[in-house]
Structure formats: structure tokens, C-alpha cells
């Protein structure tokens, strides 16, 4: 009696190791497949896509580490008129569009700058707009306009 009662442990035993095992080694393989999925943050379109993994230690990977992309909105002498915060899984697409600011007109990007589309990684990204200053026109004093 008392063997079949350690047989019967053992079995078990064998069969949770298997479990673990696919768990481990089969399943991640499936559990992620392409899935586009866009998400909008003011103008800034997220764009996340999840691709199949090949180990649990990946698929942990794929969830729980994050990353951001720091958008910036600056006039030509460099002060920040506006910022946008990007924050989104490791490898997830990003893409920044220029925004309207009132007598303004952006003029390019700064060179130091991380390009308005890409993934978003470990280390954080900022991506620089920078914009000009519209001059208002002189005013013609003693002018008439007909």
C-alpha cells in the first residue's frame, strides 16, 4: 500500500515537471501573436505591436519593461514651450507630429534630436521640434488704405 501511495507521488511529480516544461518552452511560443494596436496621446500616435517570444524570460520581458520618449516643442532659442511624455512597452512603435502654436511655424528638428518615429528602448529618448517666431508686420503710419 505504502508504494503505490509513493508511485502515485512520484507520478505526480513527473507530471507537474512536464507541465512546468511546456509551460516554460511551448507556450509563450503562442500566446503573442501580431496584434497592431494604435493608441492616440493628443497628436501622438502610439503604435504598439506584439510579436511572438520564445521563452517565458522574454514574454516577462516584453511586459514588464517600459521605456520613454520625451517630446519636446521649443522656440528657436531653445525654451520649451511644450512637452508631451510617451510611455510604452520596449519596442512598441512611436511616432510625434508637429503641433500648432500661435504665431509660430516650426522650422525643423533639432539635430541632437531622436527621430519623430521609432521604437521606443530602454534608454530614454527625447524628440525636439523646433519652431520660429512669426514677425508681426510694421505698421505704415500715415498710409491711407483705400
Not at 492616440?40 to 500616435?45: N, S
Not at 510617451?86 to 525643423?108: H, L, M, Q, S, V
Not at 514677425?135 to 500715415?142: H, Q
Amino acid at each position: 500500500m505504502m508504494e503505490k501511495a509513493k508511485s502515485r507521488k512520484w507520478l505526480a511529480v513527473v507530471f507537474m515537471l512536464i507541465i512546468v516544461l511546456i509551460t516554460i518552452y511551448v507556450v509563450p511560443k503562442f500566446i503573442l501573436a501580431e496584434t497592431p494596436c494604435t493608441t492616440t496621446i493628443g497628436e501622438i500616435a502610439v503604435c504598439r505591436k506584439f510579436t511572438k517570444v520564445n521563452s517565458a524570460a522574454a514574454l516577462t520581458f516584453e511586459h514588464n519593461q517600459q521605456g520613454k520618449v520625451i517630446v519636446n516643442y521649443v522656440d528657436e532659442y531653445g525654451n520649451i514651450m511644450m512637452t508631451d511624455t510617451i510611455i510604452g512597452n520596449i519596442g512598441a512603435k512611436y511616432c510625434c507630429k508637429t503641433r500648432e502654436f500661435p504665431d509660430y511655424e516650426f522650422w525643423c528638428m533639432q539635430c541632437d534630436s531622436a527621430s519623430r518615429e521609432g521604437k521606443i528602448e530602454i534608454k530614454e529618448q527625447v524628440v525636439t521640434f523646433v519652431y520660429y517666431k512669426l514677425e508681426a508686420l510694421p505698421s505704415l503710419s500715415g498710409v491711407e488704405n483705400n
